[in-house]
C-alpha cells in the first residue's frame, strides 16, 4: 500500500501550458516537502508545507498543503524546458515512525 | 558552497568485491541517512543514524552495512556487492528525525 498517492506519474506538455501535480494519501502528515530531480543528481528541496491550508510560492511553481494536512498539489504556470525532472512529494506522517515517506514520482517533460 | 557532499560520484565494483561510499555534511545536522534509488523510482531507506545511535530499516539486507565515526560523516559499505545492489546511492541529512531533509547529488554503482 502506497502512503502517499501521486499523480500522475509521468506528464509530457508543450513548453508555456500549465500543469497540476497531486499528493494525496489518508493519513495525516506533520509536513510535506516537494523535491526536485534531475538525472544522475540528487533529490533538490523545494519547499515544505507544515500549517494545513498553506500556500507557498516559488517563482512559477505554487505548492498547496490541504487543509486536514493529508495531501498536496504542486501547479507550475507557463512551464519550461527547465523545469523538467523528476518531482517527488514526500511527508512525515503525525503517527508512524519519525521518516520520510515518498510518494512514487511525476516524471515531468517539458517539450520546447 | 555544498552542504552534502558524496564520493565518488561513480563507483564501478566487481560483483562480490566490497565497496565503500562516503558521505559528508557541513550543516551539523543530527541525522544522517543512506537512499537507495533504482531507475524512476522513489528513494528507498536503508538506515539512518541519530547522533551516534543506529536505525537498521526491516528490510535493509544484512549485505548492507553503515558507519558514523563523527558528526560530519557517513559511510555505506556493501560487503558482497550483487548485480541487483547496482543502484544510485543517497545520502541525506536533517536536523532532527521528522525534519527536512537535503540530499546530496548521489553515487551512481555500478556492479560488473
Known amino acids: 500500500t502506497q502512503l502517499l498517492e501521486q499523480s500522475p506519474q509521468f506528464l509530457s506538455i508543450q513548453e508555456g501550458e500549465n500543469l497540476t501535480v497531486y499528493c494525496n494519501s489518508s493519513?495525516?502528515?506533520?509536513?510535506l516537502q516537494w523535491y526536485r530531480q534531475e538525472p544522475g543528481e540528487g533529490p533538490v528541496l523545494l519547499v515544505t508545507v507544515v500549517t494545513g491550508g498553506e500556500v507557498k510560492k516559488l517563482k512559477r511553481l505554487t505548492f498547496q498543503f490541504g487543509d486536514a494536512r493529508k495531501d498536496s498539489s504542486l501547479h507550475i504556470t507557463a512551464a519550461q524546458p527547465g523545469d523538467t525532472g523528476l518531482y517527488l512529494c514526500?511527508?512525515?506522517?503525525?503517527?508512524?515512525?519519525?521518516?520520510?515517506?515518498f510518494g512514487q514520482g511525476t516524471r515531468l517533460t517539458i517539450n520546447p | 558552497d555544498a552542504m552534502v557532499i558524496q564520493n565518488p560520484r561513480y563507483q564501478v565494483t566487481q560483483f562480490g568485491k566490497p565497496v565503500t561510499l562516503s558521505c559528508s555534511q557541513t550543516?551539523?545536522?543530527?541525522?544522517m541517512y543512506w537512499y537507495q534509488q533504482k531507475s524512476s523510482q522513489a528513494p528507498k531507506l536503508l538506515f539512518h543514524y541519530y547522533d551516534k545511535d543506529f536505525n537498521n530499516e526491516a528490510d535493509t539486507p544484512d549485505n548492507f552495512q553503515s558507519r558514523r565515526p563523527n558528526t560530519s560523516f557517513c559511510f555505506l559499505d556493501i560487503r558482497s556487492p550483487g548485480l541487483g545492489d547496482a543502484a544510485m546511492y543517497l545520502c541525506?541529512?536533517?536536523?532532527?528525525?521528522?525534519?527536512?531533509?537535503?540530499f546530496g547529488p548521489g553515487t551512481r554503482l555500478t556492479v560488473t
Open positions: 550543516l551539523n545536522h543530527n541525522v
Open positions: 541525506a541529512t536533517s536536523i532532527i528525525r521528522g525534519h527536512e531533509q537535503y
Open positions: 493519513s495525516v502528515f506533520s509536513s
Open positions: 514526500a511527508g512525515v506522517r503525525i503517527q508512524g515512525a519519525q521518516k520520510l515517506v
